[in-house]
């Protein structure tokens, strides 16, 4: 996989910019896979992506419902995937995950690594990261991104 787009240590007041620079390389149909430790940053991206994208319903982690359906502006679908609670890719597909990938629509996926074997090899990776706070009076933490495509 190649970098498509690297960002470094931004916080929380730059998530605007960070999200749209992501979505500049979002395709309107297919997979994203979010990558991160917990407390990363994954979900709070993913709901300001989903506002660049078009989409003016409050988006809220699909944790306990395993996914949220969003309908942007333009008509397109995006489909938040949070796989944490699952135990393996049986449940994945028992609960239609594997069907959205072969719909029209960009699937946002959290805690994809149950399923990595499965997803689409077209399939774009976002790692989020916490950077090392190297001044001890900052008050915010940063993070750093990379989106990762074919």
């Not at 929380?12 to 960070?18: E, M, T």
């Amino acid at each position: 996989m190649k970098i498509l787009l690297e960002v470094t240590g931004y916080n929380l007041s730059d998530l605007p910019l960070v999200a749209d620079k992501v979505a500049n390389f979002l395709p309107n149909d297919g997979v994203v896979v979010f990558q991160g430790a917990m407390g990363a940053g994954k979900t709070t991206l993913i709901k300001e992506i989903c506002k660049r994208l078009g989409v003016d319903d409050d988006v809220s982690s699909p944790t306990f419902g395993l996914v949220n359906v969003y309908h942007k502006n333009n008509g397109g679908i995006i489909n938040h995937i949070d796989l944490y609670r699952l135990e393996d890719e049986r449940e994945a597909e028992e609960a239609g995950i594997f069907n959205l990938f072969a719909q029209d629509g960009l699937s946002l996926i959290e805690w994809p690594e149950i399923i990595a074997d499965y997803l689409p090899q077209s399939s774009l990776v976002l790692k989020v990261n916490i950077c090392d706070n190297e001044r001890s009076d900052e008050v915010e933490e940063r993070r750093n991104i990379i989106l990762l495509g074919i």
